[in-house]
């Protein structure tokens, strides 16, 4: 937000949303290619309210000519969207009191008042002599800021978060994605637990824009091809966000739908399973940049790069997006491997089996490729064994396969 404030040159296009956009959108990217002044504004966790009063702020000092509002299924989903937890930074930040004071009395409920109005308060539970010293400094982002009061281009720019790691090697597939289906909410989509709210602060933040003749694109970000495949009720997420811009007459770019040679989602382009790293998020920028010159231009044709529909999406993804070993069985000296994956619809699923004693270099074959995805040996007691499952779709069988590895050991 200080970065926001400092701006000496008008902002021309904002990045609004949660922490998919804040390490989604790379401002330098879009800064280069199309020689306009853009910035993110983007939070972690950011609300629907706290995005609307974020965009408040900025338009009392700039004048952009589009908006970028990123959009996830946590946005939508749950109590999580309306939390201020998140949102005590903006308000501590913002400078022009009528927007405070409106954040404050509806974005933000009664119980919260003191925390919001009281960082002391907020943090007494970790309230040491360095944290009051700090306070007192405004020493509070010390690591946003060097002492010349400039960004750490190491790290952030422009509000944008450049984050360095990454999942694992692009075809190596992982089983942490399946068990963070089913525990992490980012992941699932509950028809039935819309949040009334935040669609109602999306339909303000619109407003609000084309009160100021703003141009308005929503845009769903990248994740994996396997958490579209793999998280629950995805499809009718998908369909929720269309109608939702449809409803309200807004263009909707959702790269979840994007056509097949534009842009490859590979682990490594991640940094977990719904944030984007910076090579997947410079890539990301220059394909969206090229969108945006093409839309500039009145060039722009949504039918190029999307298709209409999540369904239409999975029938025409042909890769695996994901492979795994379920936890390998034990019976009578025998052990059970069982493999299983994420595909494209119309795609079957080839399965390879190797396996070699540990400390050994070479694999020897169980089975070659075969839709057969269970299959069964006998170790030697004490031994531990490396198993690897490669897998390849039936319909792009040139591909490098992906593949999973894992050591199993029989006493």
Known sequence: MRGMYAQEKNIDIVFLGSSRAHYGFNPAVFDESLGLNTFNIATGAQSWSQSYYLLKELLKLHTPQTVIIGTAISRFNGTGATSARYGFIINDELRFLDNKLEYL???????????????????????????????????????????????????????????????SNPKQGTLEINRSFKKNRNNTWDPGDIDLDAIEYFKKTVDLC???????????????????????????????????????????????????????????????????????????????????????????????????????????????????????????????????????????????????????KEYTKLQDYSENSVIEFKPEKGIEYVVRVNALSNKNMEAEPMYYVRSIKFE
Not at 125 to 143: C, H, S, T
Request: net charge neutral.
């Open 210 to 360: 084309k009160e100021n003749n703003i141009d308005v694109i929503l845009a769903d970000t990248p994740n994996p091809p396997a958490v579209a495949i793999g998280a629950k009720n995805y499809d009718h997420y998908s369909n929720f966000i269309r109608d939702l811009a449809n409803t309200n007459n807004v263009m909707l770019w959702d790269f979840n739908l994007l056509k097949m040679g534009y842009m490859e989602y590979d682990f490594d382009k991640f940094g977990d399973f719904v944030h984007m790293n910076d090579r997947g998020a410079t890539e990301f920028s220059a394909l969206f940049a090229k969108m945006l010159k093409l839309h500039y231009d009145g060039r722009f044709n949504s039918d190029q790069f999307f298709y209409d529909s999540y369904d239409e999406w999975h029938e025409n993804y042909y890769d695996i997006a994901n492979l795994w070993l379920i936890n390998p069985k034990e019976n009578n000296g025998i052990i059970k491997l069982a493999a299983n994956c994420y595909c494209g619809k119309n795609v079957t699923p080839l399965y390879q089996f190797l396996i070699k004693k540990k400390g050994e």
């Open 105 to 167: 009395l509806n974005a933000i409920t009664k119980t919260e008042y003191l925390e919001a109005l009281s960082p002391a308060y907020r943090y007494r539970d970790n309230l040491g002599i360095k944290m009051i010293e700090n306070m007192y400094k405004k020493n509070r982002i010390k690591g946003y800021w060097d002492e010349a009061g400039l960004y750490r281009l190491d790290r952030f720019y422009k509000g944008y978060v450049i984050n360095k790691s990454k999942l």
